[in-house]
Every structure is written in C-alpha cells, then in structure tokens.
C-alpha cells in the first residue's frame, strides 16, 4: 500500500453557484484514524463523495490506495454512509453476502464473515429476519458489518455511532481500533466532537468549504496554546466576565475557560474567589478538540454567553 491512503491536491466542487470544497489539499496516511470535521454544509459530504468518486472534482488531483479510483480501488474501501443504504424485504444474512460478494467475495465466504459478524454484534438470532423489522440500532450494526466484512484498506466512515447505545458505541470504537490495529486507514466523519476526540490521531477540519485545520491531534492542541482552564463552581458566574477570560464553554457540571492573550488564570480565580463562588476544580488543561472546533468555524461562544454555573 501507498503510503498515502487518500491524497487531494487543489479539489474543487461546485453546484451551480454554490462552492462545496474549494481548493482542499489533504493528506491521509496509510495505518492512522483521522477525524474529517466540520458544521453542517461545511463539504465534508462532498469530500467523501469524491474520494470515493460518487462525484467527480471540477479540479483537482484525486488518489486513494496509491492511485485514481478505479474498481480494484473501490473493492479495497468499505463506507459507511450517514444514510441508510439497505434492502429492507432482504434477510438480515443474505443482505450482507450480497454486500460481500459486491466487494469481491465467495458466496460460501461472504456468508460465513456475515454469520460471524452478526454473532460477535449479538445479532446472530436475526440473521434469518427481513432488515426492515430491526430496530434503528440493529440496522446500524448491521450495515456497519457490511462496512467491514470484506476487510477493507481503507473505511471510511460517517457518522457511525447514531442511533447507538453506549454499550455498542464502544463495541463499534473497539472494532474500528481493531482494524486499524490490523492496517487498515479510517476517515471518520462526525458532529460528536468528543467521539473524534477518543478515537482519532489525526484531523481535518472543514468550514464554509475551505480546509481550516490538519494535522495530528497533538499539533492540533499544542498550536491551540495551553491558555485554557477547566473549572467546577458553585455560585454566580458573573466573575467569567473578567477581561482575563476570552471565552467560556458550559459543559453542565463544568465549565471550559480560553484565557484571552497574556490572560493570568490566578486572576480568574482570584475574582471568582472575592465573589464567594464555591471552587471544586480549577486546573490548567490542553483546549478540547470541541474548542478548537469552535474556535475554527467561527461559532466559539463568548464569556457571557456560554457559562452559566458550574456543578
């Protein structure tokens, strides 16, 4: 394998008069996750069409496994779309070997995959039922199985988890890390930042078409600066307004701080301390990947909008 898994040199995609993806150069190493992030309508849909050639480019270089998209290629990636893509009167079993086989795989061995995928997802006792009588979480096992049966180089999932319970968004999580453990490369396409944030190594960050952020996880958050604090507080939060604090992030039971430039965390905690506020933590800490997230497609909220009260 290349390795480069997915290479785009200068895409650009238009509808009529709309810009979808403008001028968008991107890396993808061979053996990494990485988060394709942005708000919705940003192009990150129709830079997976593209990758995946469902659409072709206005411009641009496009290359994936080492070389322009061709069916060899194709067999080589598994997508998980954000819509349902199934065949609702199909048996559970028959619908991913006909998905196996699709890929290049024997009957006999798309059938015994599926049979140990829908067993390992706690499935195996619907294999015989028509899709349509799953429920929403057993259709999104079942067509993430479809994703992974044939042992792709290449998934590239979008937004894999919806409509998921915790216990079978870690199993899907373990899956993914599996795969990847085994050689595989993972686009992985999501609004629940912090489910990027467990999962990914790298990310690419998408806002009003343009590419805004890439890069590993690390460089992300060390570029960001270390100028945040987390805090947990009892009391009014009228202290968040210092001019120390350049924005603030509730997260229910605490709150998320970015220190304006050249801001002294002890001076937040100094004024939120002569107001009789209550402090349970106060800590230094990297930016979240949701802050960065923020921050980059322009929606961060500001200090006397986003807190409104700790624990």
């Given amino acids: 394998m290349s390795e480069l898994a997915v290479r785009l040199r200068g895409v650009e995609k238009r509808y009529g008069d709309t810009v979808a993806v403008q001028d968008l150069s991107f890396d993808l190493p061979a053996g990494t996750i990485c988060g394709l992030l942005g708000p919705n309508g940003a192009g990150k849909t129709t830079t997976i069409r593209i990758i995946l050639d469902i659409v072709g480019p206005d411009s641009g270089v496009v290359e994936v496994l080492g070389r322009p998209v061709d069916p ?68 999104q096992k079942v067509q993430f199985i479809a994703t992974v049966l044939h042992r792709p180089d290449l998934l590239i999932l979008d937004e894999p988890f919806s409509g998921l319970d915790p216990i ?97 965390p002890q001076a937040v905690l100094r004024r939120a301390l002569g107001t009789g506020v209550r402090i349970e933590r106060f800590e230094l800490a990297e930016p979240s990947l949701r802050e960065i997230f923020l921050e980059r497609a322009g929606r961060r909220p500001r200090a006397a909008d986003g807190a409104g009260g700790g624990a």
């Fill in 72 to 139: 060899d290629v194709r067999d080589r990636v598994g997508y998980l779309p954000e819509e349902r893509g199934m065949y609702p009167r199909m048996r559970v079993a028959d619908h991913l070997s006909f998905f196996g086989q699709l890929k290049g795989m024997r009957p006999s061995e798309a059938r015994r995959e599926a049979l140990a995928w829908l067993e390992r997802l706690d499935l195996a006792h619907r294999a015989e039922d028509r899709v349509d009588t799953l429920s929403k979480g057993m259709q």
């Fill in 168 to 264: 079978n968004v870690d199993l899907l999580r373990e899956i993914v890390l599996e795969r990847k453990r085994d050689g595989a490369t993972v686009l992985f396409s999501t609004h629940a930042i912090e489910d990027a944030e467990k999962i990914c190594e790298r990310v690419c960050m998408i806002a009003g078409a343009r590419k805004v952020l890439d890069g590993s996880l690390r460089e992300v958050k060390e570029a960001a600066g270390r100028r945040h604090v987390i805090l947990s507080y009892e009391g009014d939060p009228g202290f968040l307004s210092d001019p120390a604090v350049e924005a603030a992030t509730d997260h229910g039971r605490w709150v998320e701080i970015r220190l304006a430039s050249g801001g002294d």
